[in-house]
């Protein structure tokens, strides 16, 4: 899989006047991100962290004691190496290990990329750009991450079923 820097969380912005900074998180929860001290290959030390009560979280830096050091901060992405994150086990997938990858069916049949992962309460739904894009027709469709639908994925493909596909 990808060695690319893996992007946890970004700074939505400023939280009150002392340097504490509002986070979007990416990952599971901020528990998760509390294990992480360093970030961005170490411009940014972790001093403290809180859920925000919104699905967030509050944090401060070592590098933010102002809330103009805070607004600077603003849509930074929270990034650390691939090795700082657990292993992964059966069937779990970081992100940015589908993004881009090219979608063919179990019939070998080129669909297109994949454009976005996302998450409204069910499961992960894989989102796919059709290649080439249709004239007349939805550029993209939506697959839901279960076991009937996507068959299986590595590094070089995600394969997913032929009816999935169809428009």
């Known amino acids: 899989m990808t060695t690319k820097p893996i992007t946890l969380a970004a700074i939505a912005g400023a939280h009150g006047v002392a340097g504490e900074v509002r986070l979007k998180l990416f990952g599971q929860s901020v528990a998760a991100l509390s294990h992480h001290?360093?970030?961005?290959?170490?411009?940014?030390?972790?001093?403290k962290i809180r859920e925000d009560g919104?699905?967030?979280a509050v944090a401060r830096f070592a590098q933010s004691t102002s809330r103009a050091d805070a607004e600077r901060l603003r849509s930074t992405a929270l990034t650390v190496p691939r090795e700082a994150l657990p292993p992964l086990a059966e069937g779990e997938f970081y992100h940015v290990d589908l993004l881009g990858l090219p979608v063919v069916t179990d019939a070998g049949d080129a669909v297109g990329r994949v454009l976005a992962i996302e998450n409204f309460g069910a499961t992960d739904i894989i989102e796919i750009t059709r290649e080439p894009a249709p004239e007349k027709g939805p550029?993209?469709?939506?697959?839901?991450?279960?076991?009937?639908?996507?068959?299986?994925?590595?590094?070089?493909?995600?394969?997913?079923?032929?009816?999935?596909?169809?428009d």
């Open 37 to 47: 001290k360093s970030f961005n290959d170490g411009a940014l030390t972790l001093l």
């Open 139 to 166: 550029k993209t469709f939506m697959v839901p991450m279960i076991p009937s639908a996507v068959l299986e994925w590595d590094e070089h493909r995600l394969v997913i079923g032929a009816a999935f596909a169809e």
């Open 54 to 56: 919104k699905g967030g």
